[in-house]
């Protein structure tokens, strides 16, 4: 039997401050693969790990896509083992997948609008790359598989004030989140495995690949220039701080029960038009400009994240202390978004 052990895990100061409890069923010297570990939620993780346990191996295979970068991972060099490559190429994953004990997929095409435009890059990651990494695992003797899903697979749930349970139905309406349904069910359906789901809901936080709506406002409005509100602004998420997204699927790494699924969100719904306002208030700069929708936008999403806090999880960042984190990160890393955002694979959407 795994040994148990109670933690306190203090992360940054925050006005919401409360402490993250962590119950570790997971053995201290164990290994642990992160995939998409370069990109911006997998980088936080890996980051709360190495802190949390010093003991882990912790490997991360990423593709390096646009929106993957070694320097996420910078301070970490002699905590990870980095592959570069593909979690969708059988070798790739089974070498990766070889004498760990768990393994936490975060390697997704994750960009909504990108999928309107082409769903096939989205297809390869999001549900025949889970599948591949399933087969890997089943091959090898993973004691877990977490698969990082996201609150989209609900649909839209305009229209009530209901917060959406882990046994709703699902209604995924972008090809990026009938991806992502499609790759949690995959998961799902693999009973001979330990596997459990976390559903996030919009995230944001340093690190955050700027063609996102939080990061592209904030790098905007630094910059005094347009923030693309998309229709009237009154799209409506629950914005979560990437530590307690990390966090939260630390804890379920943990603490989930097998098969089970665990929403994780902020509880704090806030619309487009004041999160650009509170981004203009901050900055000090930035000009809102409505522009044409995004096809089909889901208005609402929110999630109930009663089951994750029965575990002991809790969010610890407001949406206002959390955005002046970001603001104050976007300011410190300009060198980094300022070359993204001049490079070619960085892409403008306009619906019009
Ligand atoms: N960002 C959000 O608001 C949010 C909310 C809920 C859930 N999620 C989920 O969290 C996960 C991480 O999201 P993110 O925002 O950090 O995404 P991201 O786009 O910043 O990072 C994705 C990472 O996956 C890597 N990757 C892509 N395809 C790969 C492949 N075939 N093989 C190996 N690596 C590959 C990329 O290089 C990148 O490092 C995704 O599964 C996403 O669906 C995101």
């Not at 109670?6 to 992160?34: C, K, N, W």
């Not at 995959?186 to 955050?208: C, E, F, H, K, M």
Request: proline content about 4%; some cysteine; hydrophobic content about 40%.
């Amino acid at each position: 039997m795994q040994r148990i052990i109670a933690m306190v895990v203090f992360g940054q100061p925050a006005a919401d401050f409360r402490a993250y409890h962590v119950l570790m069923a997971i053995g201290e010297h164990s290994t642990v693969l992160v995939t998409g570990g370069a990109g911006f939620i997998g980088s936080a993780f890996v980051h709360h790990i190495a802190s949390a346990h010093p003991g882990w191996t912790i490997r991360v295979l990423d593709a390096l896509t646009y929106c993957g970068f070694r320097e996420h991972l910078e301070g970490l060099d002699t905590r990870v083992q980095f592959t570069e490559g593909d979690i969708a190429c059988p070798n790739t994953a089974a070498a990766a997948v070889a004498g760990c004990d768990a393994v936490v997929n975060f390697a997704a095409e994750s960009h909504v609008d990108r999928s309107i435009i082409d769903s096939a890059p989205f297809t390869h990651t999001n549900v025949d790359g889970v599948q591949v990494l399933l087969d890997a695992c089943r091959a090898h003797a993973v004691g877990r598989f977490v698969q990082v899903s996201t609150d989209e697979v609900y649909g839209d749930v305009a229209g009530t004030d209901r917060l959406s349970l882990e046994s709703d139905a699902m209604a995924p309406v972008s090809p990026y989140a009938r991806s992502k349904t499609e790759g949690e069910a995959i998961a799902l359906a693999a009973d001979d495995l330990d596997v459990v789901v976390t559903r996030g809901s919009n995230t944001y936080g340093p690190r955050q690949y700027p063609e996102k709506v939080i990061p592209l406002f904030v790098t905007n409005a630094i910059d005094g220039g347009l923030l693309p509100v998309y229709g009237d602004g009154t799209a409506m998420r629950d914005y979560m701080h990437v530590d307690d997204h990390a966090a939260g699927i630390h804890l379920v790494l943990h603490e989930g029960e097998r098969g089970a699924v665990y929403n994780l969100g902020a509880r704090e719904q806030i619309n487009g038009n004041d999160v650009a306002a509170a981004i203009v208030e901050r900055v000090g700069g930035g000009e809102v400009r409505f522009v044409p929708d995004r096809p089909e936008h889901d208005m609402r999403y929110a999630v109930d994240p009663t089951a994750a806090e029965a575990l002991g999880w809790t969010r610890r960042w407001s949406f206002i202390d959390g955005l002046n984190d970001t603001v104050q990160w976007y300011r410190a890393n300009s060198h980094w978004w300022r070359a993204v955002k001049a490079s070619p694979s960085f892409r403008h959407f306009d619906w019009g």
